[in-house]
């Protein structure tokens, strides 16, 4: 598994970006996929998750109704839209490629990452 994670940039409080993230060793369709976030100083946290299918999704409460994860299997590929930003988005970014076929929250429930890519948030 190589995932090569796109997307990140400068953007405004309020505005939009979308994160992308693609698997270009091997297939990663039944698979959960996940995002993660850190900022200097803390823990890496979950963003949001989604199952094989892509029909199951889940939200950590800070990005719930702002942020919207989906996938595409025929690209081996995993999506992050986030819109109406806010200062505290501001991380890197990071996805990820679980060991199980459901949504996962948990860290420890990913071994494959990404590099990250940078979201920076200005007011």
């Known amino acids: 598994v190589q995932l090569q994670a796109s997307g990140g940039g400068s953007v405004q409080a309020g505005g939009s970006l979308r994160l992308s993230c693609t698997n270009s060793r091997r297939t990663s369709s039944n698979n959960g996929m996940g995002w993660f976030r850190q900022t200097p100083g803390k823990e890496r946290e979950f963003v949001a998750g989604?199952?094989?299918?892509?029909?199951?999704?889940y939200y950590a409460d800070s990005v719930k109704g702002r942020f919207t994860i989906s996938r595409d299997n025929a690209k081996n590929a995993v999506y992050l839209q986030m819109n109406s930003l806010k200062v505290e988005d501001t991380a890197i970014y990071y996805c990820?490629?679980?060991?199980?076929?459901?949504?996962?929250?948990?860290?420890?429930?990913?071994?494959?990452w990404g590099q990250g890519t940078q979201v920076t948030v200005s007011s």
């Open positions: 990820a490629v679980s060991r199980y076929s459901t949504v996962r929250t948990q860290r420890d429930d990913y071994p494959y």
């Open positions: 989604i199952g094989w299918r892509g029909d199951h999704t």
